[in-house]
């Protein structure tokens, strides 16, 4: 495999960085007191269930007005432990492993690396 040919562009696939999500704007109406109102919402929102802002009762969607691609939102909370684990994967494992068989790692890792690098130039 040469430099610049990486799986993503032969496999024609596009890379996606952050993950993405249909946000629908939609008219709703209130099953009680019949209010109307018009709401930004997931596309897996339930079409009979949000509450109406007036009176709490439930409502249903009347019709999508228009759908847009949004990023999804990360959970920050989740986002944070994530980057826990993250921090600790490598600290665990060097101290896991002898010096010997870290040196041997490295090593092998820096001719890997050199090794691509005369490839490309
Ligand atoms: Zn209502």
New binding site residues.
């Given amino acids: 495999m040469r430099g610049s040919a990486n799986l993503c562009s032969m496999l024609a696939v596009r890379p996606r960085k952050t993950p993405r999500t249909p946000l629908l704007r939609v008219r709703r109406q ?6 109307r109102t018009i709401a930004e919402e997931d596309a897996d929102t339930f079409s009979i269930g949000e ?7 439930p ?1 249903e969607r009347l019709e999508i007005l228009s759908r847009r691609i949004v990023a999804a939102q990360r959970n920050p909370s989740a986002a944070a432990l994530g980057r826990l684990g993250g921090l600790k994967g490598g600290p665990a494992r060097a101290a896991a492993l002898s010096a010997e068989r870290r040196r041997a790692i490295a090593s092998a890792a820096a001719r890997k690396r050199w090794a691509r690098r005369r490839k490309e130039s």
């Fill in positions: 209130c099953l009680v007191c019949e209010a509450p109406c802002p007036h009176c709490g009762a409502t």
